[in-house]
C-alpha cells in the first residue's frame, strides 16, 4: 500500500476539491431558484412608495432590485444623463445602438431619484429631435427599483465633460450635473411603458430581466470530473500493486558474480 500512498494523497486531495466545487454549485442552484422566483413574484405586486431619505442608511438595494414602486413630483428635465445602451431584444419598436435617458425627479418630499425613462436612439438623443418627449409639471412615476452600479472594466471611461455615461449610478450624475447640494436616492427607477409619449420616446419598460442559471450543469460537471478522476485513479492503482515489488536481496547475485572476478 505504501507503493500508492502519496498518488492516493494526491488524488483523495483532487476529489474532496472537485465534490467540494460540485456541492457549492448545488447551493448556488438552491439560490439562483430563490432569486427567481422572489422577483417575479415581486413584478406582479401592487407599486409601493419609493424609499425616502429616512430608509437609506440601512437600505439593502440590492434585495429590494425588481420591487414595483411609485413616486409623485416633477421631472428636473434640464439635467437629463444619458447612458450608453444598445438593445438587442426590444420590446418596443425601437433597438440598436442609443442611450438610456436618466432624468432627475424631484418628488414632492424634496428629495430627487434619477429616473431612468428608457431608451432613445442615436439620432434621437437630443430633446430637440424628440418634441414632447419631456413631461413638465406635476406628475407621478411607475418603475422598477434598480441597483446603481459602474461600468464594467472593458467599457470604455465615462465621459462627464459630454454627458455620455457608461456607469449606471445616480451620484455620478448629480455630482456631473451639480446637484450635490440635493438629496439623491442611492436607487434608479426604470420607468415603465408609456403610451402617451410622441413617438413612444424614450421608450420605457425595458428593464432585462434574465438570471442565467446553468449551475445544475456546472455541479454535474464537477461531479463528472471527480467520477474521472476516482477511476483514473483506481486503473491506475490497480496497475501499480500487480507490479511485484523489488526483493531487498535482489541484487545479491550481481553483488557475488562482481566479488569473483
Not at 467540494?20 to 407599486?47: D, M
Not at 434608479?188 to 420616446?201: E, R, T, V, Y
Request: charged share 20%; no cysteine; proline share 8%.
Amino acid at each position: 500500500m505504501r507503493r500508492i500512498a502519496v498518488p492516493g494523497a494526491f488524488a483523495a486531495l483532487g476529489l474532496a476539491i472537485l465534490l467540494g466545487l460540485g456541492i457549492w454549485q448545488l447551493e448556488r442552484l438552491q439560490w439562483k431558484e430563490a432569486l427567481i422566483a422572489r422577483v417575479n413574484s415581486r413584478l406582479s405586486a401592487t407599486p409601493a412608495p419609493a424609499p425616502g431619505p429616512d430608509a437609506w442608511t440601512n437600505l439593502d438595494v440590492a434585495d429590494l432590485e425588481y420591487t414595483p414602486v411609485t413616486v409623485a413630483g416633477h421631472f428636473d428635465n434640464a439635467h437629463e444623463a444619458y447612458v450608453v445602451d444598445s438593445l438587442t431584444e426590444p420590446r418596443g419598436k425601437y433597438s440598436g445602438f442609443g442611450y438610456l435617458v436618466m432624468t432627475p425627479f424631484v418628488t414632492d418630499a424634496g428629495w430627487t431619484v434619477y429616473v431612468n425613462r428608457g431608451f432613445v436612439p442615436t439620432d434621437r438623443k437630443a430633446p430637440e429631435s424628440r418634441k414632447g418627449s419631456q413631461i413638465e409639471g406635476e406628475t407621478s412615476v411607475t418603475g422598477l427599483v434598480r441597483a446603481a452600479h459602474d461600468r464594467s472594466w472593458f467599457m470604455p471611461s465615462d465621459r462627464p465633460s459630454g454627458n455620455e455615461w457608461f456607469s449606471r449610478d445616480p451620484h455620478l450624475y448629480a455630482a456631473a450635473a451639480g446637484l450635490t447640494g440635493k438629496q439623491v436616492a442611492p436607487y434608479l427607477i426604470d420607468a415603465k411603458f408609456n403610451s402617451d409619449l410622441p413617438g413612444g420616446l424614450p421608450q420605457g419598460g425595458e428593464t432585462i430581466i434574465d438570471f442565467p442559471n446553468n449551475h445544475l450543469q456546472y455541479a454535474l460537471t464537477w461531479f463528472g470530473l471527480a467520477g474521472g478522476l476516482a477511476v483514473v485513479f483506481i486503473i491506475f492503482a490497480r496497475g501499480r500493486l500487480k507490479v511485484p515489488a523489488p526483493s531487498a536481496g535482489s541484487d545479491r547475485p550481481h553483488e557475488a558474480r562482481r566479488k569473483g572476478r
